[in-house]
């Protein structure tokens, strides 16, 4: 951890506090970098793991913030906020950036006691508005109110803006729509030409945590019925395994999965964009989502998408046009969805994914998320 030195100027000190610091490197670095470039001092609060020293290297400063995120402890997660509290106190940042549902909730908490700015971004409502239960219950409350002690709120999809609105959790003075955590355009782009010729597999390519909430046991089970005799093809399945979400798949079912026929799990990629060049159509089958960035990745690398018709997917994919939507929690659905894409000529794949890139170059891009966090920052 990085000695903390604290900027004279409190105005030009932030915090951004996630609960992996791969999502802060991967997902937020350019908007990170924005801050700094515009005379910011950054600290990044996350839990240690390969991309914590690689948050250093790009100019903010980093510190070890420890959290289960394993459903919900009352124990470790009243710790997570006096440990909030301490670093607030200490750092005095004018603003704090808060993602993942933890962060949400206990960085909003200490930033009120403390009379600090705290903005949250929602990336979906997760698990805890997915499952039923007591713990899911107390989950959504505090969720709910740390919205309410919010200074602003970014949504990630209609829906959950639209969610939040008609419940009064947030006024709506207070809370914004942002196209997810954006996509950095130079970075996901085609490079090849390449048409799939039919002689080759067909290669479906899901990419992402592997947690059964992302519809992943459907998508093996769909892959399984797909005739091989008339439609060779393949599914390559690539993600983190994330053992401590409650959803996390069995390291079972992953090595029963990884011994089917055609079906390989493959390690992650930081890039992604070089395995997505090989694939020719992108599925995720997800319960929920809130702005998937996968799906945003494969459209600026114009592939055509496969994805349930649920909040977040179905703000970046039109049916029959850049992809086909389907029922979650179906895995007939998306089989009928898959070997549509499989007797789809090769001209109309390719058109659909040019529908894809459009769309990606037109809302979602990255420079607009980052133009939405500087702008509030300046009218705070």
């Known amino acids: 951890m990085a000695s903390i030195s604290i900027d004279n100027n409190l105005n030009k000190v932030l915090i951004f506090s996630a609960n992996t610091s791969w999502y802060l490197f991967n997902f937020r670095q350019n908007t990170i970098r924005a801050f700094i470039n515009n005379g ?19 100019g903010c400063s980093w510190i070890k913030l420890d959290i289960d995120n394993k459903g919900f402890n009352p124990f470790t997660d009243l710790k997570l906020f006096f440990n909030l509290l301490k670093i607030f106190l200490k750092v005095k940042p004018t603003a704090v950036f808060n993602f993942t549902i933890k962060n949400n909730i206990y960085g909003t908490f200490a930033s009120f006691l403390l009379r600090i700015r705290s903005i949250n971004n929602i990336s979906g409502f997760g698990t805890a508005f997915i499952h039923s239960g007591f713990r899911y219950f107390i989950a959504r409350r505090l969720y709910i109110f740390a919205l309410r002690l919010s200074t602003k709120v970014f949504c990630q999809n209609t829906d959950d803006y639209k969610f939040i609105l008609e419940n009064k959790f947030v006024n709506e003075s207070r809370i914004d729509l942002l196209p997810g955590s954006g996509v950095d355009l130079k970075k996901f782009k085609k490079k090849t030409s390449t048409i799939y010729p039919p002689k080759n597999d067909f290669i479906f390519i899901y990419a992402g945590r ?54 390989f799990i493959l390690e992650p990629s930081d890039s992604i964009e070089r395995v997505l060049l090989k694939a020719s159509c992108f599925v995720l089958p997800s319960y929920r989502e809130g702005m998937p960035r996968s799906i945003l990745e494969a459209c600026a690398m114009e592939l055509p998408i496969i994805c349930t018709d649920v909040p977040g997917c179905r703000d970046i994919v039109t049916d029959n046009l850049n992809g086909y939507l389907c029922k979650p929690e179906d895995d007939q659905s998306l089989l009928e969805a898959m070997k549509k894409m499989l007797r789809l000529p090769i001209e109309q794949r390719l058109k659909m994914g040019l529908e894809g890139r459009k769309r990606v170059e037109k809302s979602f891009s990255e420079e607009i998320v980052i133009k939405k966090a500087l702008d509030v920052i300046d009218n705070i």
């Open 40 to 58: 910011y001092k950054v600290f990044c609060l996350s839990p240690l793991d390969d991309y914590s020293c690689l948050l250093e290297d790009i």
């Open 210 to 263: 592997l947690i059964y909430d992302k519809g992943i046991r459907e998508l093996v089970n769909a892959f399984d019925q797909i005739d091989q005799n008339r439609f060779p093809s393949k599914l390559w399945i690539i993600g983190f395994r994330d053992s401590k979400n409650i959803s996390a798949i069995k390291q079972s079912d992953i090595a029963k999965w990884d011994k089917k026929l055609n079906i």
